[in-house]
């Protein structure tokens, strides 16, 4: 069982950045990060794959955010620039005990694993 713990969120203006971290408790494959706004259903962000060697973006955030991993230490990072208000939610790091395919890389039930989030907010 891989523990995953969420931290980086908080309050921004719009077009400033944050850098959210997740620390697995162990060796995960495919990891994502998700996040949820009041009243709305939970969306997939980005993803990547256990080598780093393809990445996945929601169409909401192409081009503005990127994510990266560090396998050595356990960590995934997603790093948010251009943050806009519509970008406010809970952001949630997620992992995967197999290979990552694009078709799944940002559905929820993808996913073995799931920290408890961490709060982004943008203000305009």
């Known amino acids: 069982q891989v523990q995953l713990v969420e931290s980086g969120g908080g309050s921004v203006e719009a077009g400033g950045s944050l850098r959210l971290s997740c620390a697995a408790s162990g060796y995960t494959n495919g990891m994502a990060w998700f996040r949820q706004a009041p009243g709305k259903e939970r969306e997939g962000v980005a993803a990547i794959r256990s080598d780093a060697t393809s990445t996945f973006y929601g169409d909401s955030v192409k081009g503005r955010f990127a994510i990266s991993r560090d396998n050595a230490k356990n960590l995934v990072y997603l790093q948010m620039n251009s943050l806009k208000p519509e970008d406010t939610g809970m952001y949630y790091c997620?992992?995967?005990?197999?290979?990552?395919?694009?078709?799944?890389?940002?559905?929820?039930?993808?996913?073995?694993?799931w920290g408890q989030g961490t709060q982004v907010t943008v203000s305009s």
């Open positions: 997620a992992a995967r005990d197999s290979w990552l395919i694009s078709a799944s890389a940002l559905r929820e039930g993808t996913y073995d694993y």
